[in-house]
Nanobody, 115 residues
C-alpha cells in the first residue's frame, strides 16, 4: 500500500514563499509520475504541477514562473517550491502518485496566504 504524507503548509503573507514536501512509501518511486494538486473552498481540485519519472515537468498557467516542482528519488520525496504567493493560492494542497494506472493521494496540507 502506498502512503503519501505532505508537509510544509502554513500561513504566509502575500509575496512570501513556502516549500511543500511529499514523502512516499513503497518502491519503486523514481519511475512514477508525481503531482501536486490543490483545492480551494468551494472549488474543484486542480492540477498545480506534475513531474514524470524522467523529470519532465508541467505547470498550471496560474503558477508558471512562481512555483517549481522537483523530486529527490533517493529520498522518495517530491517538493513544491512556491514563491510570490498570492491570496488566490490559498488551498489545501495534495500530493498524488500515479502508479501503474492507479492514483494514490495524500491527505493534504493547508496553505493560507493572507496578511
Amino acid at each position: 500500500q502506498v502512503q503519501l504524507v505532505e508537509s510544509g503548509g502554513g500561513l504566509v503573507q502575500p509575496g512570501g514563499s513556502l516549500r511543500l514536501s511529499c514523502a512516499a512509501s513503497g518502491s519503486p518511486f523514481s519511475i512514477h509520475t508525481m503531482g501536486w494538486y490543490r483545492q480551494a473552498p468551494g472549488k474543484e481540485r486542480e492540477l498545480v504541477a506534475g513531474i514524470t519519472g524522467s523529470g519532465t515537468t508541467t505547470y498550471a498557467d496560474s503558477v508558471k514562473g512562481r512555483f517549481n516542482i522537483s523530486r529527490d528519488n533517493a529520498k522518495n520525496t517530491v517538493y513544491l517550491q512556491m514563491n510570490s504567493l498570492k491570496p488566490e493560492d490559498t488551498a489545501v494542497y495534495y500530493c498524488k502518485q500515479s502508479r501503474y494506472g492507479v492514483d494514490f493521494w495524500g491527505k493534504g496540507t493547508l496553505v493560507t496566504v493572507s496578511s
